[in-house]
């Protein structure tokens, strides 16, 4: 029963990997059911800082399972660098279970990712170039390669010969890319699998059986609402199934929708996004750099975890907010970077949206539209406090407190957790998610 899934509520990087590293010691499973190495998800406790981008945020407590479960896309190589380097860092990796059902990313995934970007234009999407959604596309037309594939070598070399003939024909012909090598891809792959082997079981059956004890059982959601394919801002999103939001972690998993206890979505305190794609309290002057900048001094500057790319910054869209947390039935949020806001005049939450001269509180399905769209802002004032200290809500200016109770009648959802800092205990823990906890 007490299944709980943590999602990000906007365009991913919200914190999720924070969020879950703090709730992890509760739980006894902590599983990522979704996206690929796309994610990249920090970290930062007495073991130092970590990015990680398929092992989950839980693997820091080795009494705990830590499952990649069927709905991930895996590049085995970026598994094998991950592991790795934990090892390198004294992190305890045997309690790492992979799904054998998962699909693999294989080497034309990522050509394939370059090559339709570039043929995009102007009209690319920004993606992360990790050949995840490529991946994904194959899951679902059918033609990929699962993690019990790879380990099975005489079928992994029919598969492979049969896949590679018509990849190469799409790379060559279609994008006037050059061929991959068959013998190589066998050869990585093999030593690949050989190495990971000692990871794969079933994770769906761990799953369900924690799940029938009644375990409580940590479900750590990547990318972003609004990355997702049916419900975000297309086709400016990631082609993964399961899909980002929380009903995807039921499928990612092999659970049914009644052992999921409670939604938790992230937020952060304003709005952030990699890539193209409409963001309408995007601001692209001073006070956007500001808000990019806030982190420098400890790290938490904001630049891809995955790209090192910059991340667009804005302030925080209520109406964004409001969808996200209808669309994820979400019942508790996690507020991160509330420190980033420390030293500004002002700050705002848009409210709604002007698009053709209409008011309107609904994201719109067009593109077009969403593009067009000029926020109407309530205006908050700011505070220059430092409130990375804090830990309960008293600590906090009253600015701030009267900030995040506009979020919660916003979003019609209460705010249980608030992140001051990137470090574990920098919190304001208000309610504990596991009701055994509480
Ligand atoms: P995820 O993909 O949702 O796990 O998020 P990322 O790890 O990609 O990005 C979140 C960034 O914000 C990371 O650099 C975190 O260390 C940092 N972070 C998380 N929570 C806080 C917070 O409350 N304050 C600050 N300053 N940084 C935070
Ligand atoms: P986490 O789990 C932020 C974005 C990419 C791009 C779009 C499509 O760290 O929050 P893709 O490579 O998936 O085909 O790119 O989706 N994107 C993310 N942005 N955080 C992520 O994951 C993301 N995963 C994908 O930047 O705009
Ligand atoms: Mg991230």
């Given at each position: 029963m007490?299944?709980?899934?943590?999602?990000?509520?906007?365009?991913?990087?919200?914190?999720?990997?924070?969020?879950?590293?703090?709730?992890?010691?509760?739980?006894?499973?902590?599983?990522?059911?979704?996206?690929?190495?796309?994610?990249?998800?920090?970290?930062?406790?007495?073991?130092?800082?970590?990015?990680?981008?398929?092992?989950?945020a839980?693997?820091?407590?080795?009494?705990?399972?830590?499952?990649?479960?069927?709905?991930?896309?895996?590049?085995?190589?970026?598994?094998?660098?991950?592991?790795n380097?934990?090892?390198?860092?004294?992190?305890?990796?045997?309690?790492?279970?992979?799904?054998?059902?998962?699909?693999?990313?294989?080497?034309?995934?990522?050509?394939?990712?370059?090559?339709e970007?570039?043929?995009?234009?102007?009209?690319?999407?920004?993606?992360t170039?990790?050949?995840?959604?490529?991946?994904?596309?194959?899951?679902?037309?059918?033609?990929?390669?699962?993690?019990?594939?790879?380990?099975?070598k005489?079928?992994?070399?029919?598969?492979?010969?049969?896949?590679?003939?018509?990849?190469?024909?799409?790379?060559?012909?279609?994008?006037?890319?050059?061929?991959?090598?068959?013998?190589?891809?066998?050869?990585?792959?093999?030593?690949?699998?050989?190495?990971?082997?000692?990871?794969?079981?079933?994770?769906?059956?761990?799953?369900?059986?924690?799940?029938?004890?009644?375990?409580?059982?940590?479900?750590?959601?990547?990318?972003?609402?609004?990355?997702?394919?049916?419900?975000?801002?297309?086709?400016?999103?990631?082609?993964?199934?399961?899909?980002?939001?929380a009903?995807?972690?039921?499928?990612?998993?092999?659970?049914?929708?009644k052992?999921i206890q409670?939604?938790?979505?992230?937020?952060?305190?304003?709005?952030?996004?990699?890539?193209?794609?409409?963001?309408?309290?995007?601001?692209?002057?001073?006070?956007?750099?500001?808000?990019?900048?806030?982190?420098?001094?400890?790290?938490?500057?904001?630049?891809?975890?995955?790209?090192?790319?910059?991340?667009?910054?804005?302030?925080?869209?209520?109406?964004?907010?409001?969808?996200?947390?209808?669309?994820?039935?979400?019942?508790?949020?996690?507020?991160?970077?509330?420190?980033?806001?420390?030293?500004?005049?002002?700050?705002?939450?848009c409210?709604?949206?002007?698009?053709?001269?209409?008011?309107?509180?609904?994201?719109?399905?067009?593109?077009e539209?969403?593009?067009?769209?000029?926020?109407?802002?309530?205006?908050?004032?700011g505070?220059?406090?430092?409130v990375?200290?804090?830990?309960?809500?008293?600590?906090?200016?009253?600015?701030?407190r009267?900030?995040?109770?506009?979020?919660?009648?916003?979003?019609?959802?209460?705010?249980?957790?608030?992140?001051?800092?990137p470090?574990?205990?920098?919190?304001?823990?208000?309610?504990?998610?596991?009701?055994?906890?509480?």
């Amino acid at each position: 029963m007490p299944a709980v899934v943590i999602i990000g509520a906007q365009w991913g990087d919200e914190g999720k990997g924070r969020v879950v590293d703090y709730h992890a010691k509760n739980c006894s499973i902590i599983a990522r059911y979704s996206a690929g190495t796309n994610a990249g998800h920090t970290i930062v406790n007495d073991q130092g800082k970590f990015s990680l981008h398929l092992i989950p945020a839980g693997i820091f407590y080795s009494d705990k399972k830590c499952l990649i479960t069927h709905g991930v896309v895996i590049d085995p190589d970026e598994l094998i660098i991950e592991i790795n380097m934990l090892k390198d860092r004294s992190v305890d990796v045997s309690n790492l279970i992979i799904s054998n059902r998962a699909h693999v990313i294989m080497p034309w995934h990522k050509v394939i990712d370059e090559l339709e970007e570039l043929k995009r234009g102007k009209n690319a999407i920004g993606t992360t170039k990790t050949g995840t959604s490529p991946a994904f596309i194959d899951k679902v037309s059918r033609n990929g390669i699962r993690i019990a594939d790879l380990l099975d070598k005489t079928i992994f070399e029919k598969k492979l010969k049969l896949l590679l003939e018509d990849k190469n024909n799409l790379i060559t012909k279609y994008y006037g890319g050059k061929p991959l090598e068959y013998t190589k891809i066998l050869n990585d792959y093999n030593k690949a699998a050989d190495q990971i082997r000692p990871f794969v079981g079933d994770t769906m059956a761990i799953v369900q059986k924690a799940d029938d004890n009644g375990e409580a059982i940590l479900l750590e959601g990547a990318q972003g609402s609004l990355l997702d394919i049916d419900s975000g801002t297309y086709p400016y999103v990631t082609s993964a199934v399961p899909s980002s939001i929380a009903a995807g972690a039921c499928i990612g998993v092999g659970i049914g929708p009644k052992s999921i206890q409670k939604v938790v979505g992230v937020f952060k305190a304003y709005q952030t996004r990699v890539g193209e794609g409409p963001m309408p309290t995007e601001l692209k002057d001073a006070i956007g750099d500001k808000l990019r900048n806030q982190g420098i001094e400890d790290g938490t500057a904001e630049y891809g975890t995955t790209t090192g790319r910059p991340r667009r910054c804005g302030w925080f869209d209520g109406v964004l907010a409001k969808y996200t947390a209808r669309l994820n039935g979400m019942e508790s949020i996690a507020l991160t970077r509330l420190d980033t806001l420390s030293g500004f005049k002002e700050i705002k939450i848009c409210t709604s949206y002007n698009i053709n001269g209409f008011k309107t509180k609904v994201p719109p399905a067009s593109l077009e539209e969403l593009n067009s769209a000029v926020p109407n802002y309530e205006v908050f004032q700011g505070w220059d406090e430092d409130v990375s200290n804090a830990r309960k809500l008293s600590d906090l200016p009253k600015q701030a407190r009267t900030f995040i109770n506009r979020i919660e009648a916003i979003t019609s959802v209460p705010i249980d957790m608030i992140s001051v800092g990137p470090k574990r205990e920098q919190a304001i823990i208000l309610k504990q998610i596991f009701e055994e906890n509480e």
